[in-house]
């Protein structure tokens, strides 16, 4: 076998929380390569803040974690998946802190310690475990920690997928199967054939394809594109979730002030000081996400100004270091006392609500490809995630994929898989030209198909998209691939699907809100968008 040849049982892609429970759980059973496109670290997970959803206190029930979460959904969450994952959520919290995720205690009452259960918006109970406000590093920490133990599991750092295999691909009859993937290790430029019995994509959610977003660069929906273009079905991805509140300030680059905040009585203010949430929801400034974000995104068109407060001063000093760190030394950073002043914030892409299609054990269409975590689309957040569901979620999901994947027998590998085909040129234009088309796909997102839609604007978008693909395309074939250019097709492909989505739905539902089709239209509840490359034949 050549060099570039790598076989194994598992081949998982992305090292966020979805990937790396999913590759302890395969770890055991057989050989695992963990892909991963920067340091193994770097994921969305690892900027988490607020928690994970999980119901651990007596006067909480799964009935009420279920029913807050269909409420978020607004119409169109598959109830029998949110339950599944509402009920397995205490055992598989109880695996993580098996793994030595710490997560934050408190002295109850009585004097005993207990679990320090947040609350977030949406949510009728406190039921979010968290590791202060850095929640997600430590799940990071502990969970490579526990990989780098198991000898089963490989890690490629900087290896970026740039397409799954499939036997289709290869030209070979019969139901679609999927062989593993090509991917590009960044230092050598080398292309090499990850060829596995079984595929998991957990490469996270898309935020990049916005000009604002919460996310890291690893967010490029390149799991979703990739899935897309092997022939899997993706649905739902007009429902992008705005996290009203990320810190404005020059240089702060895509940081988030947690819901959580709120939780602990952060109040939204306008710049002359007044509160303005009860004009918009019982809730107030604990309103569900997407309420929360059209309200700041409407404060602001009305007044004028480039963001609005959030105010935490009510709260004695000592609580809110203790229980903010991060976020009070951020801030400080940028010359913001949370403890005296409210925090200048505004609303920025977050997460992506649809996916790749899965089965709540992450099984797609494609016979040996499972996608778990933010990549995939279960039907557990349906028109808009409750808050800290998506941890949840990727654990849940992960467990129950490992599960399944373990049952299935799968075919020996075909034997000849061919090597990675690709342009030889280098193009001495090419990082002016790819950070050119990048910032101009994600404006156009940003003002186009942005917090509040239009019909004109989506059919704007889209005609604008197809150009700038026609241009990436070109590029794609002639020259020498490189993480960059790989990234830049993924978002412009990603940003066609949320368009495309957005213009299949005709009503304003959860986080999809189009001027044109103001109200919710229940002939279109428990209808996904689905999008598949074939039907287009595109
Ligand atoms: C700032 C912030 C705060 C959040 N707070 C919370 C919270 O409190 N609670 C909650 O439930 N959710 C929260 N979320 C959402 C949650 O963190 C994510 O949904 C979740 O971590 C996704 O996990 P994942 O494993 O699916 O993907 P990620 O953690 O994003 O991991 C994706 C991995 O895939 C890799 N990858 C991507 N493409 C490729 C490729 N082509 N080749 C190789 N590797 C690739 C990436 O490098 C990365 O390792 C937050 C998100 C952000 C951004």
Redesign the pocket.
């Known amino acids: 076998m050549p060099d570039n040849h790598l076989q194994f049982d598992c081949l998982i892609?992305?090292?966020?929380?979805?990937?790396l429970f999913l590759a302890l759980k395969l770890a055991p059973h057989g050989t695992v390569a963990l892909?991963?496109?920067?340091s193994s670290a770097?994921?969305?997970?690892n900027?988490?803040?607020?928690?994970?959803a999980a119901v651990m206190s007596p006067d909480d029930s799964f009935e009420m974690h279920v029913r807050d979460t269909l409420a978020a959904g607004a119409g169109l969450c598959k109830e029998e998946v949110v339950r599944a994952i509402v009920e397995e959520g205490p055992a598989r919290v109880a695996e993580l802190m098996e793994l030595g995720i710490r997560f934050s205690q408190r002295e109850s009452p009585g004097g005993a310690t207990e679990l320090d259960l947040g609350r977030e918006g949406g949510h009728s109970r406190r039921r979010i475990l968290h590791a202060q406000d850095v929640?997600?590093r430590e799940l990071e920490r502990a969970l490579l920690a526990a990989a780098e133990k198991q000898p089963g599991i490989r890690i490629f750092e900087d290896?970026?997928?740039i397409d799954l295999i499939t036997t289709h691909k290869l030209g070979q009859t019969g139901p679609n199967r999927c062989l593993g993937a090509y991917v590009l290790e960044k230092g050598t430029g080398q292309v090499k054939v990850f060829a596995a019995k079984a595929t998991g994509l957990?490469?996270?959610?898309c935020?990049k394809v916005y000009l604002h977003t919460?996310?890291p660069d690893?967010?490029t929906g390149?799991?979703v594109a990739m899935a897309y273009r092997a022939g899997v079905p993706v649905a739902n991805m007009e429902f992008m979730q705005f996290h009203p509140t990320c810190l404005y300030h020059p240089k702060a680059k895509s940081f988030?002030i947690?819901e959580a905040v709120r939780g602990e009585g952060g109040v939204l203010k306008t710049r002359a000081g007044g509160e303005f949430m009860d004009h918009y929801h019982p809730l107030k400034s604990l309103a569900p996400r997407d309420i929360v974000a059209r309200a700041i995104d409407s404060e602001m068109k009305r007044s004028g100004a480039e963001h609005v407060y959030l105010d935490i001063t009510s709260k004695p000093a000592p609580f809110i270091i203790h229980r903010f760190p991060n976020i009070y030394q951020t801030c400080l950073q940028f010359g913001i006392d949370i403890t005296k002043e409210p925090i200048p914030v505004v609303p920025a892409a977050?997460?992506q609500c649809g996916g790749v299609v899965t089965t709540v054990d992450g099984e797609t269409e494609v016979a040996g490809l499972y996608a778990v975590?933010?990549?995939a689309c279960t039907g557990l957040h349906g028109a808009n995630r409750l808050?800290?569901?998506?941890?949840?979620e990727?654990v849940v999901c992960a467990h129950r994929a490992a599960q399944r994947l373990r049952l299935q027998t799968a075919p020996p590998l075909a034997a000849a898989i061919p090597p990675w085909q690709s342009g030889n040129a280098h193009n001495p234009d090419e990082m002016v030209v790819v950070s050119h088309l990048w910032e101009e796909i994600r404006r156009l997102m940003w003002d186009y198909v942005g917090i509040v839609r239009t019909d004109r604007r989506l059919q704007r978008a889209l005609n604008r998209i197809a150009n700038l693909q026609a241009e990436i395309q070109e590029y794609y074939w002639d020259f020498i691939v490189s993480a960059e250019l790989l990234e830049l097709r993924n978002i412009a492909l990603v940003a066609e699907l949320i368009v495309r989505c957005a213009m299949q739905r005709p009503e304003s539902r959860g986080l999809h809100c189009n001027l044109d089709h103001p109200n919710a239209d229940p002939a279109w509840a428990q209808r996904d968008t689905v999008l598949r490359k074939s039907s287009l034949g595109a």
């Open positions: 892609i992305g090292s966020g929380i979805a990937g892909v991963t496109k920067k770097e994921s969305n997970t900027y988490a803040q607020g928690g994970i929640t997600g290896h970026i997928a957990a490469t996270g959610g935020g919460s996310n690893i967010a390149d799991g988030l947690s977050h997460y975590g933010e990549a808050a800290s569901n998506s941890l949840l990727a």
